[in-house]
C-alpha cells in the first residue's frame, strides 16, 4: 500500500532563508508524486508534480522537488523563502495511470519569520 | 490552467437541513471528481470519487445516504449534506482530474456550518 510521511508538522525558516520540506513515500509501483500548498481558508493549489519524466521538477513560486528513487524522498526546497510563502504544504502520491487517486501526508505548516 | 470553482464557498444552516455543493471544472472535462473534508489543522479525508454517470464510490466510514454525491456531467459534481447536524460541520473540497495530465485540480473549498 502506498503511504506519504512528512516530516516535522511545522517549519519555521527566516525571510530569505532555505526552505526545505521533507517528504517521504512508499509504493510498490513507480509513483506519481505532487506538492500541494493551502493558503488559510482556501482551497488547494497544485505546486509541482514528478510524473516519471525528469527528476528535478521546477514550480510555480520559485519552489523545485527532487525525486530520488533510492531514498524514497520527494523534498520541496526554496532557495529563498518570502513572507507570503507561509502556508501549509501537503505531498502526495498516486500509483498514475493504474490508479490516480491521491495518499497524503498530514501537512506541514510553514512558517516565516521576518 | 486548470480551474475548478465551487459553490457555495461558505454556508450556514439550520440542524436538519439539506445543503447542496456544486463542484465545476471550468476549462476542462472531468469523468473523476473527488470529494475530500478536511478538519482544523488536519489533512484531506476523501469521502468519495466521484465518477460521471455512474454511481460514486464511497470510503470506508462515509454513509452514502448521508453524503449524496451526483455527477451529471463531465463538469459538474454535487454533494449533498441530508439533514445535516453540528458533526458534519467541515470545510468540503473538491477536486477534478484532468486526464491528459493526470493531475488533480481543485476547488476553493467550501465551509459547512451546522447550526
Known amino acids: 500500500a502506498q503511504s506519504v510521511t512528512q516530516l516535522g508538522s511545522h517549519v519555521s525558516v527566516s525571510e530569505g532563508a532555505l526552505v526545505l520540506l521533507r517528504c517521504n513515500y512508499s509504493s510498490s509501483v513507480p509513483p506519481y508524486l505532487f506538492w500541494y500548498v493551502q493558503y488559510p481558508n482556501q482551497g488547494l493549489q497544485l505546486l509541482l508534480k514528478?510524473?516519471?519524466?525528469a527528476t528535478l521538477v521546477k514550480g510555480i513560486n520559485g519552489f523545485e522537488a527532487e525525486f530520488k528513487k533510492s531514498e524514497t524522498s520527494f523534498h520541496l526546497t526554496k532557495p529563498s523563502a518570502h513572507m507570503s510563502d507561509a502556508a501549509e504544504y501537503f505531498c502526495?502520491?498516486?500509483?498514475?495511470?493504474?490508479?490516480?487517486?491521491?495518499?497524503w501526508g498530514a501537512g506541514t505548516k510553514l512558517i516565516i519569520k521576518p | 490552467g486548470a480551474v475548478v470553482s465551487q459553490h457555495p464557498s461558505w454556508v450556514i444552516c439550520k440542524s436538519g437541513t439539506s445543503v447542496k455543493i456544486e463542484c465545476r471544472s471550468l476549462?476542462?472535462?472531468?469523468?473523476?471528481m473527488f470529494w475530500y473534508r478536511q478538519f482544523p489543522k488536519q489533512s484531506l479525508m476523501l469521502m468519495a470519487t466521484s465518477n460521471e454517470g455512474s454511481k460514486a464510490t464511497y470510503e470506508q466510514g462515509v454513509e452514502k445516504d448521508k453524503f449524496l454525491i451526483n455527477h451529471a456531467s463531465l463538469t459538474l459534481s454535487t454533494l449533498t449534506v441530508t439533514s445535516a447536524h453540528p458533526e458534519d460541520s467541515s470545510f468540503y473540497i473538491c477536486?477534478?482530474?484532468?486526464?491528459?495530465?493526470?493531475?488533480?485540480?481543485f476547488g476553493p473549498g467550501t465551509r459547512l456550518t451546522v447550526l
Open positions: 502526495a502520491v498516486s500509483e498514475g495511470r493504474s490508479n490516480y487517486q491521491l495518499i
Open positions: 514528478y510524473t516519471s519524466a
Open positions: 476549462d476542462f472535462q472531468a469523468t473523476t
Open positions: 477536486s477534478a482530474r484532468e486526464v491528459f495530465t493526470d493531475t488533480q485540480y
